[in-house]
């Protein structure tokens, strides 16, 4: 979905340091949720938003934290990168409402750890 | 806690064969359940949804699934394969209590020609 951008698509970076990826949305979701992706794990929820300044863990939160100081903006940041942290990283946003509430996601960031 | 399983990482179909992808969920409520694709090297895209309005859900690109109570099932088929279809395809439950999907492992389709 064009209305959801991540940056940097793809970075590398050594063990210990911290990493700060960003989604953006033009789409005024209310909701907006950071995933990783790894074979054979399909998608596990990291962290997720349901307003500004307003977040909650997912299954898979340890090593990781979140901010969102404005709608468009959900920061994911890994305080201390780990080989285990290597992945594919998927935003995405959802509206309000009770009508099936399909999820809209970015093109992905592919994190290399080394 | 809700959940879907889908059965086999990898299927693969001959061009113009009949796609069947295999979802089972499991749910003690209602669900609401989806089927996205996704395209090497892209993010998710949602073929179609099941919301309780029918049982036989229409999507995109000549893609449909039936929802089964009896059986907990949501297979996703499709008459004939194409080789654009292939893909890594998705199946997924709301969870209950919060806007959150729950993702299974996925199924990659494979088309020959």
């Known amino acids: 979905d064009a209305g959801i951008t991540q940056s940097p698509r793809h970075k590398v970076t050594e063990t210990g340091t911290p990493v700060t990826l960003r989604c953006h949305q033009t789409?005024?979701?209310?909701?907006m949720y950071w995933y990783r992706q790894d074979p054979g794990h399909g998608l596990r929820l990291i962290h997720y938003?349901?307003?500004?300044?307003?977040?909650d863990k997912g299954e898979v939160s340890d090593g990781y934290s979140v901010s969102r100081s404005k709608t468009e903006d959900f920061l994911l940041t890994l305080e201390s990168a780990t080989s285990s942290q290597t992945s594919v990283y998927f935003c995405?946003?959802?509206?309000?409402?009770?009508?099936?509430?399909?999820?809209?996601f970015g093109p992905g960031t592919r994190l290399t750890v080394t | 806690a809700q959940s879907v399983t889908q059965l086999g990482s990898h299927v693969s179909v001959s061009e113009g064969a009949l796609v069947l992808l295999r979802c089972n969920y499991s749910?003690?409520?209602?669900?609401?359940l989806f089927w996205y694709v996704q395209y090497p090297n892209q993010g998710l895209q949602l073929l179609l949804k099941?919301?309780?309005?029918?049982?036989l859900v229409k999507g995109i690109n000549g893609f449909e699934a039936e929802f089964k109570k009896s059986e907990t099932s949501f297979h996703l088929t499709k008459p004939s394969a194409h080789m654009s279809d292939a893909a890594e395809y998705f199946c997924?439950?709301?969870?209950?209590?919060?806007?959150?999907?729950?993702f299974g492992t996925g199924t990659r389709l494979l088309v020959s020609p």
């Open positions: 938003s349901y307003g500004v300044k307003d977040t």
């Open positions: 995405a946003g959802g509206f309000a409402g009770e009508a099936g509430h399909e999820q809209y």
């Open positions: 749910s003690s409520v209602p669900p609401y």
């Open positions: 997924a439950v709301r969870n209950t209590g919060f806007q959150k999907l729950v």
């Open positions: 099941y919301t309780s309005a029918a049982t």
């Open positions: 789409e005024n979701h209310r909701y």
